[in-house]
Each structure stands twice: as C-alpha cells, then as structure tokens.
C-alpha cells in the first residue's frame, strides 16, 4: 500500500487533507508540516526501535533544545561551509520610541525587522553539534557513546516531498580513537541497512557528500566523497521520490581539533548515525500505509 505526500509549494493553496490518513498536513510555507496522531505512531514506534538497537552499547541519551549558541556553530565550522542553510535569531533591541515608528509598518507588510540584531543564538543544523561542545576539553580515551534527540531547521530552498525546513533528527554519537570510530561506523552502517531490509524499505546505500558552500564546494565534496566519510541509506519517501533517511558520517578529527577532544593523547576522531525521522516515516508509510508503527513493532 502506498499514499502520496504532497510537497509544500510555496504558491499552491493548502489541500484539504483527511482525517485519520496520517501523511502530515502542508502549511503555508514550504518545508514545514503539521504531524497527526497517526503519524507520531509512526515517529514513536522509530524511537522505540532505534532505542531497541542501541540497547547492546552504553550510550548516555541526551535531549536538546532547538537553539545552540551561535558561538559553537561558528567554532565548529558550520558557518563557512553552510551559510545558505543556517537559520539566525534575530531580536529588536532598540527603544520603546524607536519601535512606535517601525509599528506601523506590521500591518503595512514594510520592514518592521530592519532595526533586527543578531542574537547569541542560532537555530540548531544537527542534532550532534551539541555533543561536541558538552565534551569539549575532555579526553575521551574510553569512547564516549551519546544518543541524541532535538528539531533541528535548514533553510532548505526546495518544496521537494521530504525535504523539510524543520525536521526532527534523532542520532547515535560516538567521540574515540580513529580505529574504533570507524569500526563503529560501518557497524552500525550494517545493522541499520539490515534493519531497513527487515522493515521492507529495500535501502540503498550510497557514498555522499554534504551542501558545501561557495568556490571551494567541489573540492570539499570530491575529498569527502573519496575518503567515503559520509554513507547514506536512500530508500522511496513517495511516488517517484527517492531520498537519504539516514547517515553514517565519520569526522576524522575535525570535531576533536575544534573543541580540544583527545584520545590516546592525540586529537579525537568523531562518528554518528544519524536518523531523520519524519523521512524515515514518510518512507514506512510509504510502504506500508496505516500498517506503517504495527510493522515497526513487529520487526525490531
């Protein structure tokens, strides 16, 4: 059984949707959606199934808000290599007078938001940046094991099915030695590509690179590509749309230069898998239709 999700296009109406049909409901900006019952059965029968294969490793599970400090995103480099897909936060820091002025034009659609100030926070990219800086400093000689949940947004420029702008990422964070960081990649890359299998998704796994910005994109992306630090899990979120649900990304020591992580004396190597899970349940859906969280818990 498969059902269609509509992609959210900027100058289409809102379609009227049913109720009960759990596919997630279009608002009036692209790449934002609204979850129904239905479709949180799904994305809570993911967590419990992840949950379920994480069991054998110890990992510490962590819970972050939707905000990160600007001050770690820039530490981390993401400001140079995705500017075009971070999203600020802005706030009005002038004088009650100065803001009589810019009142009117609210109702007028004028730039209300001129006088706007960067603010010390930035809407949070991924769900593990917040990992690095809680670790940052340490030594993490024995492999720090972390799992993480948070909504994280990226100012994505397509209405494409899938490709949202506020999205939830759940992923599993590993900080070592390099040898066990990729030991531990292509473990769980395994363990999930056969847990997808079992659910009936038929994944493909690809090697990948990340939306690299500016003149030194190509590059970027060759040498990620040919050193195969980042595998993606594609498998079909709707009719005729096929798109990553999952990542096994390896770091290399990036992560433990930025935030003085070490391992053995040397600078840390960083991996995680990550999991998006409204894609990964547009998938199952997809697939299985209203029998999408009963296969779930079957399965795992």
């Known amino acids: 059984m498969t059902s269609t999700i509509p992609s ?14 759990g596919l997630p409901i279009p608002t009036a900006v692209p790449g934002v959606f609204l ?3 239905a479709f949180e059965r799904v994305v809570d029968a993911l967590r419990a199934g992840v949950a379920r ?14 905000v990160i400090s600007r001050a770690t995103i820039e530490r981390a480099g993401y400001v140079e290599a995705f500017p075009q897909l971070l999203g600020t936060v ?9 803001w009589a002025r810019l009142r009117p034009l609210v109702g007028a659609g004028g730039d209300w938001h001129a006088q706007q100030e960067i603010r010390d926070l930035v809407l949070l990219p991924a769900a593990c940046y917040p990992v690095y800086a809680a670790l940052a400093g340490t030594a993490v000689d024995t492999p720090a094991r972390v799992t993480v949940q948070a ?4 100012d994505e ?23 066990h960081c990729l030991r531990w990649r292509a473990d769980w890359l395994d363990r999930v590509g056969r847990w997808f299998t079992d659910l009936g998704l038929a994944p493909v796994v690809e090697a990948a690179d990340d939306p690299f910005f500016g003149p030194g994109k190509k590059v970027f992306q060759a040498a990620q590509r040919l050193q195969e630090l980042k595998f993606e899990l594609k498998v ?3 009719d005729g749309v096929v798109q990553a649900v ?14 003085d992580l070490t391992a053995d004396a040397a600078p840390a190597h960083t991996a995680c898998l990550a999991f998006g899970l409204e894609r990964l349940a547009m998938a199952l859906i997809h697939a299985h239709g209203d029998d999408a969280a009963a296969v779930l818990e079957a399965t795992t």
């Open 53 to 66: 294969l994480a069991a054998t490793e110890p990992f510490q599970r962590l819970v972050v808000p939707p």
């Open 236 to 238: 079909p979120v709707a």
């Open 8 to 21: 959210a296009n900027p100058t289409a109406p809102v379609p009227p949707r049913v109720p009960g049909s």
């Open 90 to 98: 802005h706030g009005y820091r002038g004088t009650a007078s100065g």
């Open 35 to 37: 979850y129904p019952e």
């Open 151 to 154: 909504t994280c947004f990226r």
């Open 246 to 259: 999952a990542s096994a990304n390896h770091h290399k020591d990036h992560f433990g230069v930025a935030f």
């Open 157 to 179: 420029a397509t209405g494409e099915a899938g490709r949202l702008r506020s999205f939830r990422m759940l992923e599993l964070v590993t900080a070592g030695a390099e040898e």
